[in-house]
């Protein structure tokens, strides 16, 4: 267990206190929430930037790593289509397309291949976490049209999304291809 595998866990150990801190309506809660949601999201790039910096990047981490933004992802849209402030409908699919990548790479990784997450998937990420951060702190400041401008986010991470996925299985049926051509 290195520094950043344990910054990865702290993300999966900061979830549930995000959760129970959210409270729609509640700007002190939604503020709570915002604040631990940010400091997990600061993990997501620390532990990258540590592993990077130490030489300590490990098949583990480029496996849990994403496991752990899913999470992170899928539990903030849970709770903000229980709050009414994202479609139910939006939140499936952002999640489903994250459990066909995530699966993907098990399937890869079961094969030897590492798929790690490229600038697109960076950037998705990056869109993603901050129309989150947005749309759980939209109660913090009265007049600021932070759900105006988390949907948009969340509508821009949502062709991100896509559009990553099929460069994630391109990556992967390359790899495939170039695994079975060395073997002829």
């Known amino acids: 267990m290195n520094l950043p595998n344990l910054l990865t866990s702290l993300r999966l150990v900061l979830v549930p206190v995000f959760v129970v801190l959210f409270e729609a309506g509640n700007p002190a809660r939604a503020g709570l929430a915002a604040a631990v949601f ?16 130490s030489g300590q990047t490990t098949r583990i981490g480029k496996l849990l790593d994403p496991i752990a933004d899913k999470i992170l992802i899928a539990a903030a849209l849970v709770i903000l289509v ?3 402030r994202v479609a139910s409908w939006l939140a499936v699919l952002l999640i489903g397309r994250d459990f066909v990548v995530t699966g993907l790479r098990f399937v890869a990784a079961t ?19 901050g129309a989150c951060l947005l749309l759980i702190g939209s109660d913090i400041v009265p007049g600021f049209p932070a759900e105006t401008i988390g949907t948009l986010g969340l509508w821009a991470s949502l062709a991100l999304s896509y559009y990553s996925a099929v460069r994630y299985v391109r990556q992967y049926s390359a790899a495939r291809l170039q695994q079975g ?4």
């Open 38 to 53: 940010a400091v997990a999201v600061a993990t997501d790039w620390l532990d990258g930037y540590a592993a990077r910096r």
């Open 82 to 84: 229980d709050a009414g």
């Open 111 to 129: 094969g030897g291949q590492i798929i790690a997450a490229d600038a697109g998937g960076k950037v998705k990420m990056g869109v993603q976490t």
């Open 181 to 184: 051509g060395s073997r002829s």
